[in-house]
């Protein structure tokens, strides 16, 4: 299967071919025919599994063919849960779109809105936003969205979880009810199919790693340890297999602010990206690990929502998320576009709930590794397993520690998960 078989025209075909694919991705063979047939679609989708092109390339070969030389109003609105995400969308819409002359403009907030009110004053066709500010706009006035002929809603579930609802479905009630409408989401709850029913027309389905799975390319481990010697693992094992790219999950701002600190004391280049950072310091900070000038990100769950991040080896979960669903979000950082990943997660006897959750979710269980030197002093571990790497000492200090198989630990049964539990502790 080529790109050439879906049906783009030769101008996205160029731009494709300038992007170095040589295939289309899973999503990516299912979702563009549908689209460019005009049809609504409900696709379950992570991030790395080429979601984007898959909607930005019909998206564009659609505006394209017929043309509204009005250009006044938005006539495609994307809406996402993050600016990184949506400057990432419209970064996309820019690469694909290269040579065709359609406009487009991202809106978000926690950047002066005057600038956006230029830009849409002086007319685009594809207007990326997330919902805060598009409902800013259009409080004032400054956008018109009477002329959306097709509605995308990225990473709905990540909306859903924000709590954007109830901009969402003030903007979807003054869309045309006669557009087409895509929608993304890695997980299926209940309201996103509420939402998914209430909106989409006769909708192809998409699922392409399957429903609440991990991406199979991802090598997953839990690594049962203390919670006060979780930082000093951590680095130990940055320096160990010298890694040299790592996004690492923390649940709160401060909890990221204070482990890129002690890592930053450690001698490891790092730094951290959360709600409370502008805009400017967070997009600094992206490029600057893309870039390779850091190497250890700490971000949260709502920060790092998005990120595109090509062939990121490492992602480390210094906390687990207490929404098992971020799990598969997190993990779904490494793995990408076929490349293989590895999502490790430092567990404390505390967290076994949310482990439990997140296995059940995955209907897998995650092997563990207890590493010599750092044994959990506290049960919960529920059992050992082979560990997979050899002796050696850390690259920083002397500390000459090891990896040996660990001596079967206590199992603890952990305690259900209740409502109240899994709702979002910290915010980020
Ligand atoms: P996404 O799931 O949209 O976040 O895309 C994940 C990554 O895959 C991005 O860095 C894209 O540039 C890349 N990508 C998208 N489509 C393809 C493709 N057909 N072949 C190779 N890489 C791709």
């Given at each position: 299967?080529?790109?050439?078989?879906?049906?783009?025209s030769?101008?996205?075909?160029?731009?494709v071919?300038?992007?170095?694919y040589?295939?289309?991705?899973?999503?990516?063979?299912?979702?563009?025919?549908?689209?460019?047939?005009?049809?609504?679609v409900?696709?379950?989708?992570?991030?790395g599994?080429?979601?984007t092109?898959?909607?930005?390339l019909?998206?564009?070969?659609?505006?394209?063919?017929?043309?509204?030389?009005?250009?006044?109003?938005?006539?495609?609105?994307i809406?996402?849960?993050t600016?990184?995400l949506?400057?990432?969308?419209?970064?996309s819409?820019?690469?694909?779109?290269?040579?065709l002359s359609?406009?487009?403009?991202?809106?978000?907030?926690?950047?002066?809105?005057?600038p956006?009110?230029?830009?849409?004053?002086r007319?685009?066709?594809?207007?990326?936003a997330?919902p805060?500010?598009?409902?800013?706009?259009?409080?004032?006035?400054?956008v018109?969205?009477?002329?959306?002929e097709i509605?995308?809603?990225?990473?709905?579930?990540?909306?859903?979880?924000?709590?954007?609802?109830?901009?969402?479905?003030r903007?979807l009630?003054?869309?045309?009810?006669?557009?087409q409408?895509?929608?993304?989401?890695?997980?299926f709850?209940?309201e996103?199919?509420?939402?998914?029913?209430?909106?989409?027309?006769?909708?192809t389905?998409?699922?392409?790693?399957?429903?609440n799975?991990?991406a199979?390319?991802v090598?997953?481990?839990?690594?049962p340890v203390?919670r006060?010697?979780k930082?000093?693992?951590l680095?130990?094992?940055?320096?160990?297999?010298?890694?040299?790219?790592?996004?690492?999950?923390?649940?709160t701002?401060h909890?990221a602010?204070?482990l890129a600190?002690?890592l930053?004391?450690?001698?490891l280049?790092?730094?951290?990206?959360?709600?409370n950072?502008s805009?400017?310091a967070?997009t600094?900070?992206?490029?600057?690990?893309?870039?390779?000038?850091?190497r250890?990100?700490?971000?949260?769950?709502?920060a790092?929502?998005?990120?595109?991040?090509?062939?990121?080896?490492?992602?480390?979960?210094?906390?687990l998320?207490?929404?098992?669903?971020?799990?598969?979000?997190?993990?779904?950082?490494t793995?990408?576009?076929g490349?293989?990943g590895?999502?490790?997660?430092?567990?404390?006897?505390?967290e076994y709930?949310f482990?439990?959750?997140?296995?059940?979710l995955?209907n897998?269980?995650?092997?563990?590794h207890?590493?010599a030197?750092?044994?959990?002093?506290?049960?919960?571990s529920?059992?050992?397993?082979q560990?997979?790497?050899?002796?050696?000492?850390?690259?920083?200090g002397?500390r000459?520690?090891?990896?040996?198989q660990?001596?079967?630990t206590?199992?603890k049964k952990?305690?259900p998960?209740g409502?109240?539990?899994?709702k979002?502790l910290?915010?980020?």
């Amino acid at each position: 299967m080529t790109f050439e078989h879906l049906g783009l025209s030769t101008d996205l075909l160029r731009a494709v071919a300038l992007q170095g694919y040589t295939e289309p991705t899973p999503i990516q063979q299912q979702a563009i025919p549908a689209i460019l047939q005009g049809q609504d679609v409900f696709a379950s989708a992570q991030t790395g599994t080429g979601k984007t092109a898959g909607f930005t390339l019909p998206l564009l070969q659609l505006l394209n063919i017929n043309p509204n030389h009005k250009h006044r109003h938005p006539r495609a609105l994307i809406l996402t849960p993050t600016r990184e995400l949506a400057d990432q969308v419209n970064e996309s819409v820019k690469t694909y779109g290269k040579f065709l002359s359609l406009k487009t403009a991202v809106v978000y907030g926690g950047v002066s809105i005057g600038p956006q009110i230029q830009t849409l004053r002086r007319g685009v066709e594809i207007l990326v936003a997330t919902p805060g500010r598009l409902i800013d706009h259009l409080g004032q006035k400054t956008v018109d969205l009477s002329q959306v002929e097709i509605l995308v809603l990225d990473e709905c579930d990540r909306m859903l979880d924000m709590g954007f609802i109830r901009d969402i479905r003030r903007i979807l009630a003054i869309l045309p009810p006669s557009r087409q409408t895509l929608m993304f989401s890695a997980t299926f709850s209940g309201e996103i199919q509420k939402l998914a029913n209430t909106l989409l027309k006769s909708p192809t389905l998409i699922e392409v790693a399957s429903r609440n799975t991990a991406a199979s390319q991802v090598e997953q481990m839990v690594y049962p340890v203390d919670r006060s010697r979780k930082r000093e693992l951590l680095s130990y094992m940055i320096g160990f297999h010298n890694w040299k790219q790592v996004l690492v999950f923390t649940r709160t701002k401060h909890g990221a602010n204070r482990l890129a600190e002690q890592l930053a004391q450690d001698g490891l280049k790092t730094t951290a990206i959360h709600g409370n950072k502008s805009q400017a310091a967070r997009t600094r900070a992206l490029k600057d690990f893309k870039d390779g000038k850091v190497r250890v990100l700490v971000a949260t769950d709502v920060a790092s929502r998005g990120l595109d991040i090509d062939q990121l080896p490492h992602v480390v979960n210094f906390e687990l998320p207490n929404v098992p669903e971020d799990y598969v979000h997190r993990i779904g950082r490494t793995g990408r576009a076929g490349k293989e990943g590895r999502a490790i997660s430092l567990v404390c006897s505390d967290e076994y709930a949310f482990l439990k959750s997140i296995e059940q979710l995955l209907n897998q269980r995650i092997p563990q590794h207890v590493i010599a030197g750092y044994e959990p002093t506290s049960p919960g571990s529920r059992g050992t397993e082979q560990p997979q790497h050899q002796r050696a000492n850390p690259v920083r200090g002397n500390r000459n520690h090891s990896q040996k198989q660990a001596p079967p630990t206590q199992s603890k049964k952990p305690k259900p998960v209740g409502n109240r539990d899994r709702k979002r502790l910290h915010t980020a």
